[in-house]
């Protein structure tokens, strides 16, 4: 089984503070399958990184800087558009839950007030993954198949 999996799971220092949420737990679970990892915004942006939040805007969900509020998701999704081209026979995804581009149902949504309009929302690079029909799941709900 192949499964692309949010790089920082992984142990690798790529959030955006320099740290990683490596999960040994989650990674047992996933001893017998090979490991594809990711990272859309370390790609896009580098280590460390301002953070960002999704708004919801007239153009749909987009990621924007907290730090200058520019509008930062093209380079996600040409990160992601590339990483499923480029492996197009993935069996499973795995998001870090909660972040804008990885989460698979539990990135927060904000209107362009950044008021809190949702909680369990998409990140970019997982949408892309879902427009490829590739199972995915938050690293905090995933419990193997």
Request: net charge negative; glycine share 6%.
């Amino acid at each position: 089984m192949k499964v692309a999996i949010s790089a920082c799971l992984l142990g690798e220092t790529c959030r955006y503070d320099g740290s990683s949420n490596k999960n040994t737990a989650l990674l047992d679970t996933l001893k017998n399958a090979t490991l594809i990892p990711f990272c859309p915004e370390n790609y896009a942006f580098g280590t460390p990184r301002p953070t960002m939040d999704l708004l919801q805007t007239s153009k749909g969900n987009r990621a924007f800087s907290n730090d200058t509020g520019e509008d930062l998701s093209a380079p996600v999704i040409q990160y992601a558009k590339n990483f499923f081209e480029k492996y197009h026979d993935i069996d499973l995804y795995i998001g870090k839950d909660r972040s804008p581009s990885c989460g698979v149902c539990s990135s927060k949504l904000y209107d362009e007030n950044r008021q809190l309009l949702s909680s369990h929302e998409t990140g970019l690079m997982t949408q892309e993954a879902q427009k490829q029909n590739i199972p995915c799941f938050d690293a905090e709900k995933y419990k193997g198949e």
